[in-house]
């Protein structure tokens, strides 16, 4: 069956790295495009970032562009999100999820996507 596992989140100092993984199992992850969204207590999920099937194409929420860097190995059924230059503002649950195809104008919309992951937590905090 579908199934997204993510993983690397941790408790990191402000200005710290991460990186994240979301291992994909049950289907061919290069038919699909794959999202980060990220959620804290009472707010809404959030969009984080998007990459297309084969990599050539991605895009990234304004509050993290510049700092994040997502990435993807069809070989390994894994997508990665670097995340650099943390902020405490950064500290969510972050999933992953599945989507045919992500473009500019609704790559954002969790509404889009069909499978997710349990998520993983990042900790930003001195």
């Known amino acids: 069956q579908v199934r997204l596992v993510e993983s690397g989140g941790g408790l990191v100092q402000p200005g710290g790295s991460l990186r994240l993984s979301c291992v994909a199992s049950?289907?061919?992850?290069?038919?699909?495009?794959i999202g980060w969204f990220r959620q804290a207590p009472g707010t809404e999920r959030e969009g984080v970032s998007c990459?297309?099937?084969?990599?050539?194409?991605?895009y990234y929420a304004d509050s993290v562009k510049g700092r994040f860097t997502i990435s993807r190995d069809n070989g390994k059924n894994t997508v990665y999100l670097q995340l650099n230059s943390l902020k405490p503002e950064d500290t969510a649950t972050y999933y992953c999820?599945?989507?045919?195809?992500?473009?500019?104008?609704?790559?954002?919309?969790?509404?889009?996507?069909?499978?997710w992951g349990q998520g993983t937590q990042v900790t930003v905090s001195s």
């Open positions: 999820a599945t989507k045919i195809s992500c473009g500019s104008t609704n790559w954002y919309s969790a509404r889009q996507y069909n499978y």
């Open positions: 990459i297309s099937r084969s990599g050539p194409f991605t």
């Open positions: 049950g289907f061919t992850l290069d038919d699909y495009a």
